[in-house]
């Protein structure tokens, strides 16, 4: 037998193998961390109210980047992006609280990790809105998830994500009336009135980030007790722009832009794009991080996959341009495109009928913000910049932004601005022509469209006209009576999408819209879409044919699919509000009906009117 010394020492031997990092060979860690619902609101931003240390420290550590952007400014179509590697607008999962498929083949970034090796694990938000992404592509993927459960000198990613900044945190809570920095200390944006409760529920927020820095800290700290922070090469990120109203859900920099901290330990210094504590100036976006996670981790890039690798062996040449993109948000519909380079953002706004303050339930039920600011507006207490929150939207939008970092001065009608308008309008179009976007599809369409391929597979096909489409809906989203002519035109196409847009044309105009009344009574009593007949409809409301409208929108509500349904249902609220519909009928349509969310957000608002 050996010497008990002998066998001492081997057991000791297989004790620190055991302990050596997962990564003391060749690939790193990677470790992100996420926070919900805030914009670059840090101490290592400038912000001199903010009180974010362990983010301060990690930024000291490592590189501010400062133009990063989600791709859409709400959780699950951000999230879509990131967790498949393609902006969601390709792949039809855009509309917040999806459940699209994607095509079998595409795999998503965990289990292309998972495949080259690594441990991967999520703690613990998934919100992937896509059909049949769950925890099954994770190692682990709920609140006990954690790199430690990993195998013995096995590469981890884990992703820990914080909800203390979440939009549902930011009014102060059990009468809560004591803050860090006080309320009457806050700088507001110039889109916000000064009211106490605008001002609470910032400065509530405020506190909320700072716990959240916490959270990070503890995070951070865990990493260094464990031996692997020299191993591991840390993303701290925001998953879309900040909480409060105006921010969350727009295309504006205050719902996009995000904050980016990521530290490469000195064995990868190579990789550094700047030295610790500088910034970084180049344009990045969600669709860019898994990229950039298989550059750093020495894995092919898979050949769906959109987004450029800004650090690693495989970084590519810096992008000029980020597409952002917003549909479906809640209960409401708003479709809009963007394009954000260094110095300007572009919107394309396919639905100006609609403001970007529609009445969605959830804000107004949890942000005291959100009915303050409203309640300002209807007693005409908001300025210009303040009010435009709550009116029709230009089709177009144009900011300077560098000079105007609060989006407030649409550039879009500027003479002096006629030709960077169509330098970005073009640019839009090219991405909007490459990603094959499905945006333009109404979303009860989506199915009978497809048939048996995913929505994804039908947009490359020649079924989708795209360009043909892109033209229906700018036409439309113009808003000018000059193209009513051309509107007909797209109301009789073979194409229901195309024809869908001519209808719409026709709602933006509303009243003016009253020469192609005929075409319209045709496709409300006849089309065979339901998508169609809605939009139809509610043109049809604005000019004076009501009867009409109405009796098409009650068929769809009661017999249309979910989406339909939803898209009926909006147009019964917008022309109840405006007085094309009488309130007992609006009511009279929906009682006794049972629906789903966000369905019944919709009905629930109709029906406690009378109250």
């Not at 083949?105 to 809105?129: H, I, Q, W």
């Not at 970084?315 to 479906?328: H, I, M, N």
């Not at 394009?339 to 919107?347: H, K, V």
């Not at 939009?535 to 989406?563: C, F, M, P, Y």
Request: net charge neutral.
């Amino acid at each position: 037998m050996p010497p008990l010394r002998l066998i001492l020492l081997l057991l000791v031997g297989l004790l620190n193998l055991h302990a050596i990092p997962a990564c003391a060979a060749e690939r790193p860690n990677i470790l992100w961390v996420t926070s919900e619902d805030n914009s670059p609101y840090l101490g290592c931003y400038g912000d001199a109210l903010a009180q974010t240390p362990n983010l301060d420290k990690l930024a000291a550590e490592g590189f501010r980047y400062r133009r990063a952007f989600a791709n859409a400014p709400v959780c699950s179509a951000s999230r879509s992006t990131l967790i498949t590697g393609m902006h969601a607008s390709s792949l039809g999962v855009q509309n917040h609280r999806s459940d699209v498929a994607i095509p079998a083949g595409f795999k998503l970034y965990p289990e292309v990790l998972r495949a080259a090796g690594y441990f991967c694990t999520n703690n613990v938000k998934t919100d992937y809105n896509v059909a049949g992404a769950g925890n099954n592509v994770w190692n682990e993927s709920n609140k006990q998830a954690h790199y430690r459960h990993r195998a013995a000198g096995q590469p981890f990613f884990a992703v820990f994500n914080f909800t203390s900044s979440h939009e549902s945190q930011v009014t102060p809570k059990n009468g809560k009336d004591t803050f860090r920095v006080s309320p009457e200390k806050m700088v507001l944006p110039p889109y916000h009135p000064d009211t106490p409760e605008i001002r609470k529920d910032w400065a509530n927020y405020y506190d909320q980030i700072t716990l959240m820095d916490s959270q990070v800290g503890e995070v951070l700290k865990e990493l260094e007790k464990e031996g692997l922070a020299n191993d591991t090469i840390v993303f701290y990120y925001g998953d879309h722009g900040g909480a409060l109203p105006g921010g969350k859900r727009h295309l504006h920099d205050s719902g996009t832009r995000v904050p980016l901290i990521i530290r490469i330990p000195e064995k990868w210094a190579a990789w550094r794009p700047a030295a610790p504590g500088s910034w970084v100036e180049q344009l990045v976006c969600f669709a860019d991080f898994p990229a950039t996670v298989f550059s750093l981790c020495g894995i092919a890039q898979p050949a769906n996959y959109e987004g450029r690798a800004f650090l690693g062996e495989t970084k590519t040449a810096p992008r000029d341009e980020v597409f952002l993109f917003r549909g479906r948000m809640d209960e409401r519909y708003d479709t809009a495109r963007a394009i954000r380079t260094d110095s300007y953002l572009y919107i394309r706004n396919y639905s100006p009928h609609r403001p970007w303050g529609q009445p969605y339930s959830y804000p107004f039920e949890v942000q005291p913000s959100m009915r303050s600011w409203f309640a300002e507006y209807q007693a005409g207490k908001c300025n210009p910049a303040q009010s435009a929150y709550w009116q029709p939207k230009s089709g177009e939008e144009l900011y300077d932004a560098a000079g105007d970092p609060y989006d407030v001065k649409n550039l879009a009608a500027a003479p002096e601005q006629a030709a960077k308008l169509q330098e970005m309008a073009k640019l839009l179009r090219q991405k909007l022509l490459q990603t094959r976007d499905t945006g333009f599809i109404p979303e009860g369409m989506y199915t009978r469209l497809a048939g048996d391929k995913t929505l994804y597979d039908y947009a490359q096909s020649s079924d989708y006209p795209l360009e043909r489409i892109i033209d229906a809906a700018n036409t439309a989203s113009t808003g000018k009576v000059e193209d009513l002519p051309v509107l007909v035109n797209a109301m009789v196409d073979p194409h229901p999408v195309i024809r869908y847009w001519g209808a719409t044309g026709c709602l933006i105009l509303k009243e003016k819209a009253a020469v192609n009344k005929e075409w319209l009574v045709t496709l409300a009593k006849s089309d065979e879409w339901p998508d169609v007949r809605v939009a139809a409809a509610e043109a049809l409301a604005w000019i004076q044919e009501d009867r009409v409208g109405l009796a098409t929108l009650k068929e769809v509500i009661s017999n249309g699919n979910a989406h339909e349904t939803l898209a009926a249902l909006n147009a019964l609220d917008f022309l109840t509000d405006a007085g094309h519909v009488p309130l007992g009928e609006a009511q009279a349509v929906v009682r006794g009906l049972s629906f789903k969310e966000p369905a019944g957000r919709i009905q629930r608002r109709l029906l406690e009117r009378s109250r």
